[in-house]
């Protein structure tokens, strides 16, 4: 018995928001998942990543296939209890991690063999490999295995790694109703692949809505190709998916990637920006990101943003927060400091997608989304 | 207006149990205090340490002197503030770090002029300087400044470094009257040292209660020599101490030496044992230490110590906090496994205080100690 159902409460010109209901729990939508690559959103406990707002996470099928092992991670009940998570968890389907960190990868129809990064071992991940992966993980949303290639491709390699992807769809589907009832299996996402091809992207939307799943991911994008060609593939992309289906964009990204792609009417977004950034001295602000490692801040004893409702941000005004402080903390290279510098950042990525849900449903998104890009600089 | 007092609430032989009283609160005794080394008690947010029953914290002069700095601290609020830690700190003085870890080092009677470890800055640290760093602080429990010779070192050495440190006993006795009136500043303690000889620890002991201090630390220990000669040096050395005022073990230590050393009639400990063994996979347990790297915890469901009321036992019923995730956590070097470890350890040497100040309470701590002796084994 599982439960998948996408409702859509308000839109605001192409940009939606709603719910997806799942045994797990609700995910409101625009979604911003943290990512938990090896099991673990990295430097919080899940129970500070659940009070962020976040709703559902991402794991890492290449990751957690190496280590701890798919096998091992289902006899020990499940990446839920292991990680102590208890709401709904998406997995990527290893297809873009197994040819950016892996070595020796040798592609064929079949999938792809690849050597661990971490041991050397030798493995396989196919499409059925990777659906039984994510199916040994207890992955509640699984993603289709699907096929990168560079984006700097001709358009030749590029349609031709859609259509195997396509074909890898087809065979990802077939192996997730294929791999029996399994109560966490929820729901399967296919991704549209085609790089910044309008028609590669029709001809692919095209195949997926025939094979059909139950969201549909804008997948291959925020690869370097730049804001500018990005949001113009997300002009035509999500309009090519089913409008009653969740629109996943792979990857993406920074604050004002998503608040234009929520505009687009994208739904879902994951992204290690907000973690990574917090373990190097990154944190992100209304105004715009923020160097912690900045002399500047040394004796700033205000907070890392004054309009955030982060732990972090909430404690500087009695201690313990400041700028001041948490300058020290990255220059010392200390735990802590990558512990609040994360917090705050995935709260202020939770808190933006609260803001944009707000204003869609307030009918209010560009008056919105026109005043977060008039304060928010990014860096030069 | 400062407050610091002892009172003993129960005695077992020479052992005690009581509290003091501070303007920020009360510290049970025999306490352990978690070491916030560079303001920050490593991979642990105040709040958390607070939780695991720890009433006061160490804060290093040494380090904070170097970064952010003393100066820098004060203008920030002082250290409470700045970390955000409401209870009481003890501050050492500096002198066993800026022999164990600063460059060129020159003593003179004046004090010890040195290289930072940081910059190659040169800084001096003398009595009155110590005191003035720790004041900047706002330390409520500061130490007197005194100095360190190798334990392999000739009586005659260990002699003159004594008396050395006795004279610098009385300067810095001499500065903390002089620091004029400081809300924060609420007490300092004096430090017995005469390596292993009973003759100069009397001799320490009697020229520091010629001087007069709120407590008395016994220093010099646990560098080396050893658990049997560091017990033979606590037959007598707590008892050359007055019995009305606190008697703290400096850098002591593994959890058996605590427990022997409070039966032999010690109130304070300080030691990094629980959160840097955190950070390199050494879970403590009434059994015992275990090294989580080991491959039998791979598959373990089970909590670190079924008998643990810590926040990740606790949680390890409900997933999270199994050995099993442990053991992936730290072979990742996962953040989140040191923050869970260390917490964990700073709640099993907590929880043992607690315990200790139970038993003699009840006047039953010799079979408590023998109890945990019989049941904790040291790694060979």
């Given at each position: 018995m599982t439960r998948f159902a996408f409702s859509i409460h308000a839109t605001c010109g192409p940009a939606r928001t709603g719910a997806i209901e799942m045994e797990r729990g609700t995910i409101r939508t625009p979604a911003f998942m943290p990512v938990g690559t090896a099991g673990t959103v990295k430097a919080l406990r899940p129970a500070e990543v659940a009070a962020s707002g976040a709703d559902i996470i991402l794991g890492n099928t290449y990751h957690l296939m190496l280590r701890p092992g798919a096998e091992r991670v289902a006899r020990l009940g499940g990446l839920h209890a292991f990680m102590g998570w208890d709401r709904p968890i998406l997995t990527d389907s290893g297809g873009y991690q197994v040819m950016s960190?892996?070595?020796?990868t040798k592609r064929s129809e079949e999938g792809v063999s690849f050597k661990s990064h971490l041991d050397g071992s030798r493995h396989l991940l196919s499409p059925e490999r990777s659906i039984e992966i994510q199916r040994l993980l207890g992955s509640n949303i699984v993603m289709a295995f699907d096929e990168l290639v560079p984006t700097t491709s001709t358009r030749e390699v590029q349609a031709a790694a859609m259509e195997r992807s396509m074909r890898w769809a087809r065979r990802s589907r077939a192996a997730f109703e294929g791999?029996?009832?399994?109560?966490?299996h929820n729901a399967i996402f296919g991704i549209q692949q085609g790089a910044l091809d309008e028609s590669l992207r029709h001809a692919s939307a095209g195949a997926l809505i025939d094979i059909g799943f139950d969201g549909y991911a804008i997948g291959g994008?925020?690869?370097?190709?730049g804001q500018e060609a990005m949001f113009a593939c997300l002009d035509y992309a999500p309009g090519?998916?089913?409008?009653?289906r969740p629109r996943y964009l792979m990857g993406v990204g920074k604050p004002d990637d998503i608040v234009g792609a929520v505009e687009r009417g994208v739904d879902m977004f994951d992204c290690v920006m907000p973690t990574r950034s917090g373990r190097t001295g990154q944190a992100f602000t209304r105004e715009g990101p923020l160097n912690l490692r900045n002399a500047r801040h040394a004796e700033d004893t205000g907070p890392l943003d004054p309009s955030c409702p982060c732990p972090v941000c909430a404690v500087a005004v009695a201690g313990g927060g400041s700028r001041a402080y948490l300058h020290h903390l990255v220059r010392s290279q200390e735990i802590l400091g990558a512990m609040l510098m994360t917090q705050h950042n995935v709260w202020f990525y939770e808190t933006l997608m609260a803001d944009l849900r707000a204003a869609i449903v307030e009918g209010r998104l560009t008056v919105f989304a026109n005043d977060f890009r008039a304060r928010y600089t990014r860096p030069t």
């Amino acid at each position: 018995m599982t439960r998948f159902a996408f409702s859509i409460h308000a839109t605001c010109g192409p940009a939606r928001t709603g719910a997806i209901e799942m045994e797990r729990g609700t995910i409101r939508t625009p979604a911003f998942m943290p990512v938990g690559t090896a099991g673990t959103v990295k430097a919080l406990r899940p129970a500070e990543v659940a009070a962020s707002g976040a709703d559902i996470i991402l794991g890492n099928t290449y990751h957690l296939m190496l280590r701890p092992g798919a096998e091992r991670v289902a006899r020990l009940g499940g990446l839920h209890a292991f990680m102590g998570w208890d709401r709904p968890i998406l997995t990527d389907s290893g297809g873009y991690q197994v040819m950016s960190l892996s070595d020796l990868t040798k592609r064929s129809e079949e999938g792809v063999s690849f050597k661990s990064h971490l041991d050397g071992s030798r493995h396989l991940l196919s499409p059925e490999r990777s659906i039984e992966i994510q199916r040994l993980l207890g992955s509640n949303i699984v993603m289709a295995f699907d096929e990168l290639v560079p984006t700097t491709s001709t358009r030749e390699v590029q349609a031709a790694a859609m259509e195997r992807s396509m074909r890898w769809a087809r065979r990802s589907r077939a192996a997730f109703e294929g791999g029996g009832a399994h109560a966490e299996h929820n729901a399967i996402f296919g991704i549209q692949q085609g790089a910044l091809d309008e028609s590669l992207r029709h001809a692919s939307a095209g195949a997926l809505i025939d094979i059909g799943f139950d969201g549909y991911a804008i997948g291959g994008l925020a690869v370097g190709e730049g804001q500018e060609a990005m949001f113009a593939c997300l002009d035509y992309a999500p309009g090519q998916l089913p409008a009653d289906r969740p629109r996943y964009l792979m990857g993406v990204g920074k604050p004002d990637d998503i608040v234009g792609a929520v505009e687009r009417g994208v739904d879902m977004f994951d992204c290690v920006m907000p973690t990574r950034s917090g373990r190097t001295g990154q944190a992100f602000t209304r105004e715009g990101p923020l160097n912690l490692r900045n002399a500047r801040h040394a004796e700033d004893t205000g907070p890392l943003d004054p309009s955030c409702p982060c732990p972090v941000c909430a404690v500087a005004v009695a201690g313990g927060g400041s700028r001041a402080y948490l300058h020290h903390l990255v220059r010392s290279q200390e735990i802590l400091g990558a512990m609040l510098m994360t917090q705050h950042n995935v709260w202020f990525y939770e808190t933006l997608m609260a803001d944009l849900r707000a204003a869609i449903v307030e009918g209010r998104l560009t008056v919105f989304a026109n005043d977060f890009r008039a304060r928010y600089t990014r860096p030069t």
